[in-house]
């Protein structure tokens, strides 16, 4: 089973940068995290979850939200199995929960379901809470 653990949250004002950190661990002998979709999904209470960016080493392709786009950046380090969202220019509502997850799933299908649908992730890390506030 797939481990996740994310850090790097914290606060910061509007316009500045954070990068968020996500330690993956637990693939079976065969698999590496390059097998995988690997995405940051980010949640205020209250409100639909939403998937930020979403990154497939192995399709060498990315996904991002409407309201990630020009300023995040999403990254993966396969020998370290980590994956990064660098988040720049932040704004006020981009203060939320931030989750990494994880699921091995065909590129397409995801490209297919999202941002309309989110697709069926179960590897989840615990959350790192972002705070953008003057």
């Known amino acids: 089973e797939v481990t996740l653990v994310e850090s790097g949250g914290g606060s910061a004002q509007p316009g500045e940068s954070l990068r968020l950190s996500c330690a993956a661990s637990?693939?079976?002998?065969?698999?590496?995290?390059?097998?995988?979709?690997i995405a940051w999904f980010r949640q205020v209470p209250g409100k639909e979850r939403e998937a930020v960016s979403v990154?497939?080493?192995?399709?060498?392709?990315?996904y991002y939200s409407d309201s990630s786009k020009g300023r995040f950046t999403i990254s993966s380090d396969s020998a370290k199995n980590m994956v990064y969202l660098q988040m720049n220019r932040l704004k006020p509502e981009d203060t939320a929960t931030y989750y990494c997850?994880?699921?091995?799933?065909?590129?397409?299908?995801?490209?297919?379901?999202?941002?309309?649908?989110?697709?069926?992730?179960?590897?989840w890390g615990q959350g790192t809470q972002v705070t953008v506030s003057a």
């Open positions: 997850a994880a699921e091995r799933m065909k590129w397409g299908h995801v490209l297919r379901l999202l941002p309309t649908y989110t697709p069926d992730f179960h590897s």
């Open positions: 990154i497939s080493k192995r399709h060498a392709d990315t």
């Open positions: 637990g693939f079976s002998p065969d698999v590496t995290i390059d097998d995988y979709a």
